[in-house]
């Protein structure tokens, strides 16, 4: 039996989507604190929490492979991550898939939210349990939350404090149906594996990837951290946005989103997503609203 958590998120359900063409629906149980949420999906549901410790047994019970897609935290890996991997362990799950992030295990890791992640590989890793951490690349789907696309787009210029940093960008359903390749078929056991796009791009390259897509003059333009958190100010945006979306422009410009790898096309049979593709199949994320 294969057992996908968070299955009413966009990754849980866009995964359980893949899965469904990969094996029949009577081998595919999904978890959800709300499961009449994801009773259109068509597969078995349970309920259950990762932070409600007692509601996990009954949800893993039978699990040959479990999806265990994280929760965000700022201080090393959350109850529910300890929670799940304990339960996990005494359900004898036969194989954790967990959705970790790019480079999550590498010493000198500056992101206090990545931090959740490599704690919680380690968890995994002193477990016993076997498992594979799919360090997802940064999703271009974060660009729309900060609406700097439309921003963009709208007055032909791109705020960008990253410097040359590059972003293996990979799209939230390329994400996916990797997730769902593994569940599919196993293998991959005990493997941290780096998961991006088709190529790292610069911001730069985002601003010809908005230009081309359409029609429009876009130009990349360098500023410092406070001059983009001003601009990001003065458009009315959230200060934890503000402060998020310019700490990723330090993180771009430090490398630590440089990685490029084929494990897209070689678990998925296709050609992972590029980021002209991706603005291209979302444009109401490229205008201001």
């Known amino acids: ?7 009413s998120g966009r ?9 469904l063409q990969r094996v029949d629906a009577a081998r595919v149980v999904v978890l959800s604190r709300t499961p009449d949420a994801v009773a259109d999906l068509g597969v078995a549901a349970r309920y259950a929490d990762f932070d409600d ?6 949800a893993f019970e039978g ?18 991550h300890v929670n799940a991997i304990e339960a996990a362990a005494k359900a004898g799950v036969g194989h954790v898939i967990y959705t970790s992030f790019a480079r999550a295990g590498e010493p000198g890791q500056p992101q206090a939210l990545i931090q959740n992640h490599k704690e919680t590989e380690r968890l995994l890793a002193e477990s016993g349990l076997t498992f594979t951490a799919l360090r997802f690349n940064q999703w271009p789907e974060m660009w729309n939350l900060v ?28 994400s996916a149906a990797v997730a769902a390749a593994v569940l599919a078929q196993g293998g991959c056991e005990g493997q941290l594996l780096e998961v991006t796009g088709p190529e790292a791009v610069t ?18 333009e360098q500023v410092s951290d406070a001059e983009l958190a001003a601009t990001l100010s003065e458009r009315g945006l959230p200060e934890m946005y503000i402060q998020g979306w310019t700490g990723l422009g330090t993180y771009k410009r430090e490398g630590w989103f440089d990685v490029t790898t084929h494990a897209v096309e070689r678990l998925t049979g296709r050609a992972p997503t590029s980021i002209a593709d991706y603005f291209a199949a979302h444009p109401e994320a490229l205008h201001t609203r």
Not at 11 to 19: A, K, Y
Not at 65 to 80: D, E, K
Not at 147 to 174: C, E, K, Q
Not at 205 to 211: E, H, I, N, R, T
Request: hydrophobic content about 45%.
């Open 1 to 7: 039996m294969i057992v996908v958590s968070g299955a």
């Open 11 to 19: 990754l849980g359900r866009l995964t359980v989507e893949h899965l």
């Open 203 to 220: 911001d730069t390259d985002v601003a010809d990837a908005l230009a081309q897509v359409t029609g429009r003059p876009v130009r990349c």
């Open 147 to 174: 609406g700097v696309p439309a921003l963009a787009v709208a007055t032909g210029v791109l705020p960008s404090n990253s410097g040359d940093g590059r972003v293996g960008h990979i799209t939230r359903d390329d």
């Open 53 to 58: 410790a007692a509601s996990l047994p009954s």
């Open 63 to 80: 699990a040959e492979r479990l999806l265990m897609i994280s929760m965000g935290s700022f201080s090393g890996a959350p109850r529910g």
